[in-house]
């Protein structure tokens, strides 16, 4: 495929990484209009990129000053366009992040060892890092909002491949999923909802939240922390938890509730306008005997009716799966190859191995029978029913049977023309230095002109 220079991933990737700390004694490697940017800042980056198993090459500093470079930029123009990023955002990606450095590193405790800091104070030390990434993304969309293409300038980039170039694309798919799983009774359910309201009871008798969640908690992103979720917005979480969280106020906790993954207990440690900074403990109801067969014979009668035609499978899906994901989508798998669209044409490579093994041997327009699943991260398990509704076969690209990829290639070319001019024009007025260290980085050359030289 052609190569597209792409700001906005690397961009923001690096902002959310980036760890704040700076030495008391630093140096200005670059300039850009009123802002700088400094050794340290370049160091931690690199610091990273090591960290992450990467070889040593002191050139990737280059790369990665253009980035930073790239994002201040669009923060100058962004607070001259005003352009804000609300608090609550920032939170939610900081949060988000540490979750998944929390897991990542098998617990809060292995996690602050790592960063010989607690995940607060680190917390804090991204924040202004984080937010500067999100209104450079922010600005960037603005710029290519209206950035459209044609069918003609589609068929135009198809065209100007060299016919010997054109891109192999693998075998693709089109599979729909009815997915079933077990509902207990009240009466299964109700040991549950005891055990957890004998640990509600504990805390309110005096004992200590963030213990007890650590030791009965059986959500695997927070347990480990205590339960702390950080601060969350009313589009965070389910409904369910939502509810109680900002119904509470600080210092209080709720009675147990049910929601789709458990029965929760929850706490709210304190509340910031439309954000609240919450604990929880969950503990997940298991499926018995009886339960799992009653939904073998739900999915049994289910794929009767689709083998006898009494039902369509999109109507199946809509009624009966329990994919939320799917479930309004005729049950069609979607996938995404990027941050903006997804299709139901997924690589075949590309296949939760699972579903691979399911329709390998399945003609198109084949109903599966029910084949049971467990799954390994969460626990849930059930029956799934599948459908292969399309299969293409390994080709040449071509305008006729792969115009959405083209279309999406196209629209990406033509946005980073956009960003490159937009730059352009944006560096002819703008104050930019760089240092003479990096002056000489090819990444760095078109930043460096009669406006920029260092001194």
């Known amino acids: 495929m052609k190569k597209i220079f792409t700001l906005a991933v690397a961009l923001i990737y690096f902002a959310l990484n980036a760890n704040a700390q700076k030495p008391n004694l630093d140096k200005i490697v670059a300039v850009v209009g009123n802002n700088i940017i400094l050794l340290s800042e370049l160091n931690q980056q690199y610091a990273i990129y090591l960290n992450q198993g990467n070889p040593a090459d002191e050139k990737v500093k280059c790369y990665f000053l253009q980035q930073m470079l790239v994002q201040k930029l669009l923060k100058q123009q962004a607070e001259i366009d005003s352009i804000v990023v609300e608090e609550n955002q920032v939170d939610d990606v900081l949060d988000k992040r540490m979750r998944y450095q929390i897991q990542r590193m098998g617990g809060q405790e292995r996690l602050e060892q790592f960063l010989q800091k607690s995940v607060l104070q680190y917390k804090d030390e991204m924040r202004a890092d984080v937010k500067e990434g999100l209104i450079a993304e922010k600005m960037q969309q603005k710029i290519t909002e209206n950035t459209t293409v044609t069918p003609l300038e589609v068929k135009k980039y198809f065209d100007s491949y060299p016919k010997d170039s054109l891109p192999d694309i693998g075998a693709e798919v089109e599979v729909g999923e009815i997915v079933l799983t077990p509902k207990l009774t009240k009466a299964e359910k109700q040991k549950y909802y005891d055990r957890l309201e004998a640990i509600r009871l504990r805390v309110k008798s005096g004992e200590d939240f963030g213990f007890l969640a650590k030791t009965y908690s059986e959500d695997p992103g927070s ?172 080709h040449k690209g071509s305008l006729e049977q792969d115009y959405p990829k083209f279309k999406e290639q196209a629209q990406r070319e033509k946005e980073a023309k956009v960003m490159s001019q937009w730059f352009e024009k944006r560096k002819e007025n703008t104050y930019i230095r760089v240092d003479d260290e990096f002056a000489t980085c090819d990444e760095l050359k078109l930043w460096v002109n009669k406006n920029t030289k260092s001194n």
């Open 223 to 394: 347990a480990a922390d205590g339960g702390d979720y950080g601060f969350i917005d009313r589009s965070t979480m389910v409904k369910e938890f939502t509810a109680w969280a900002f119904k509470l106020k600080a210092g209080e906790m709720s009675p147990v509730f049910e929601t789709e993954y458990g029965y929760h207990i929850l706490q709210v440690i304190e509340r910031r306008g439309e954000q609240a900074h919450v604990r929880h403990i969950l503990i997940r109801p298991q499926n018995t005997p009886e339960s799992l067969e009653r939904v073998k014979l739900k999915a049994d009668s289910i794929y009767k009716d689709l083998i006898d035609k009494r039902l369509p499978f999109a109507t199946a899906a809509s009624l009966f799966s329990d994919n939320k994901e799917t479930q309004y989508n005729g049950g069609m798998l979607l996938y995404a190859d990027n941050q903006t669209s997804r299709t139901t044409l997924i690589p075949v490579e590309k296949l939760d191995p699972a579903v691979f093994m399911a329709i390998d041997t399945m003609k198109v327009g084949e109903i599966s029978k029910p084949i049971s699943f467990k799954n390994q991260n969460d626990g849930k398990e059930g029956y799934k029913i599948f459908f292969l509704k399309s299969k293409i076969a390994p």
